[in-house]
């Protein structure tokens, strides 16, 4: 029986190419973008519409989402039951949502059903019904949800960290998908008035992907959604300005509760940064991965948490930077201390040689298998359209990855992380949490209820 002696290396990275595509652009003024790829006989549909959060009128905050739900609630030809009862009888399930820059409505299907499917879709967008007991029903959720949220300490952190981060001012300060004020506030005239301003073919992109030509696509297009008319005006990027620029310490009072959900950052980086691929890689090596120096800080050195790590939240406007974690109350001052001690850190000092190559071989590595389903290509493309990215992104991913230095990690650390503009929030029991988080001496301290409207 033969040994090996020693361990076999690995070969070089193969050459990735991101699925072929092409754009074109309908008379009525819709874009329309094909990528087939026919390894299986299925295929995605997604239309993005500029209907996202950011485009709501002021004082009708949430009305982007409700009204992307609503589209599915029936059209003027069947109720939403009969809607959906045609989607399962083709195999297929579909899905609106809005986001903060976008709203979409999607589907995936066998190829052969791909004409049923995009008809479907077709009267979706062009004879919405907006029922006036359906958007009740869904007001009445999401107000449900808000409620819900303010007992749960994770999503109350999230929630009360953007509001205390952006100016009031800023649509970034309110939930996205709005607080119980406005949510309350919403009718079916609002819905109304949204999809009409809003979900235009000038202005939105139909993305097909899957076992399909090019030509065959786009008549297809045209027939279910030719006849769409109007334009609608590129949805406006938020407002980012900071609610401060000097350090505060936000508790948000849960008595009695054994654990902290801790929260710090700043505000961030629009997506389209020049300073994007280095900034991915800081961080990645600061708190985007399990092998973060945040995680193996709190979670393998100090046993603070099962998991802590950071990010930067792209959006065509500048999102938060934040870090994240849940700690144990009589540690969290501890917690907080170690993560500003990891963000002064890598400002200050160059990352290692192997910590860069775990970084970069780690995002390129798993950027291929992101896009693997026709459902994962169609959002990569919607990505695409929505931040404006130029249309060999893709292709030049992992070369831009790899091709950041340490010297570019320290340069975006320095650059773009700002320790004394950091916001901690900590929802968590004031009583245990108060004293500790004085004696860091991190900023002034402000207690909120958790009842505060979100």
Request: charged share 25%; proline share 7%.
């Amino acid at each position: 029986m033969s040994v090996v002696a020693t361990r076999p290396m690995p070969s070089a990275p193969r050459p990735y190419h991101f699925p072929r595509f092409e754009r074109t652009t309908l008379d009525n003024g819709l874009e329309v973008i094909v990528a087939p790829v026919h390894k299986l006989p299925v295929v995605t549909v997604m239309l993005v519409a500029g209907a996202g959060s950011s485009a709501e009128p002021a004082g009708r905050e949430g009305v982007a989402n409700i009204t992307a739900r609503a589209l599915l609630e029936g059209t003027r030809r069947r109720d939403g039951n009969a809607l959906t009862e045609q989607f399962e009888r083709l195999g297929a399930d579909v899905k609106a949502e809005a986001e903060w820059d976008s709203a979409s409505i999607s589907t995936t299907v066998l190829a052969s059903r791909l004409p049923h499917a995009l008809a479907l879709l077709g009267e979706i967008v062009l004879e919405p019904a907006f029922p006036e007991r359906e958007i009740e029903r869904l007001v009445a959720e999401r107000l449900a949800d808000i409620l819900q949220l303010r007992t749960e300490p994770r999503g109350l952190a999230d929630e009360m960290f953007a509001r205390f981060l952006y100016d009031p001012a800023s649509r970034y300060a309110r939930p996205e998908h709005g607080g119980s004020q406005t949510v309350s506030a919403l009718t079916r005239a609002d819905v109304v008035a949204f999809h009409e301003a809003r979900y235009r073919p000038a202005g939105s992109t139909i993305i097909i992907v899957g076992d399909v030509e090019v030509d065959d696509a786009v008549q297809l297009v045209r027939r279910a959604l030719g006849d769409w008319r109007g334009s609608a005006p590129e949805a406006p990027v938020p407002m980012a300005r900071p609610a401060r620029t000097t350090r505060c310490v936000h508790i948000v009072g849960k008595a009695d509760a054994p654990q902290s959900e801790l929260r710090m950052g700043h505000v961030g980086l629009p997506r389209l940064t020049p300073d994007y691929f280095a900034v991915t890689v800081m961080s990645s090596v600061l708190g985007g991965v399990f092998s973060s120096r945040i995680n193996l800080n709190l979670r393998e050195v100090h046993a603070y948490t099962y998991g802590a790590f950071s990010s930067f939240d792209w959006r065509r406007g500048a999102g938060p930077f934040m870090v994240s974690t849940a700690v144990k109350s009589d540690v969290t001052a501890a917690a907080a201390r170690e993560i500003l001690l990891e963000i002064e850190r890598i400002r200050r000092d160059a990352i290692s040689q192997d910590e860069l190559t775990l970084a970069t071989s780690y995002l390129g590595g798993v950027f291929p298998i992101k896009y693997e389903t026709t459902e994962a290509i169609a959002n990569a493309l919607a990505i695409l359209v929505v931040q404006h990215l130029p249309p060999d992104y893709f292709d030049r991913y992992r070369d831009n990855i790899r091709a950041v230095t340490i010297a570019d990690v320290l340069h975006a650390a320095d650059r773009h992380l700002h320790p004394d503009q950091l916001q901690l929030v900590v929802v968590g029991d004031p009583a245990a949490i108060r004293a500790p988080l004085a004696e860091l001496d991190f900023g002034p301290i402000e207690e909120h209820s958790a009842e505060a409207e979100t």
